[in-house]
């Protein structure tokens, strides 16, 4: 019989070994997914970014073309002005 208890023990043991074995695999497994589902967030947010910065990018060079034709606009209406005033004065 004390060989049938030792054997009983040890496949005891064994169970739980596999049991602990089946835990740190799922675990690892759960790590991860967790791991992937960061990275592809991760890989989204860099998306985002290039393209958010890509409008910034446009934006900011109609900002720029905008001003520019802001200051020709009032370049010309100065001198359409200055005329107006010459001619007037005459």
């Known amino acids: ?3 049938e208890t030792t054997l009983k023990e040890v496949l005891g043991r064994l ?3 596999l049991a602990s074995l ?3 695999v799922d675990a690892r ?9 960061a990275d592809a967030e991760v ?3 860099n998306a985002d970014r290039a393209r958010l910065a ?8 109609r900002a720029e073309r905008l001003e520019e034709v ?4 009032s370049r010309r209406l100065v001198t ?3 005329t107006i005033r010459a001619v007037l004065d005459r």
């Open 80 to 82: 359409a002005m200055e």
């Open 29 to 37: 497994l759960e790590h991860e997914q967790d791991y992937a589902d």
């Open 15 to 17: 169970e739980k070994a």
């Open 70 to 73: 802001n200051r020709e606009v």
């Open 22 to 24: 089946e835990d740190a």
């Open 54 to 61: 890509q409008e910034i990018d446009k934006s900011e060079a």
């Open 43 to 45: 890989q989204r947010m």
């Open 1 to 3: 019989m004390g060989g």
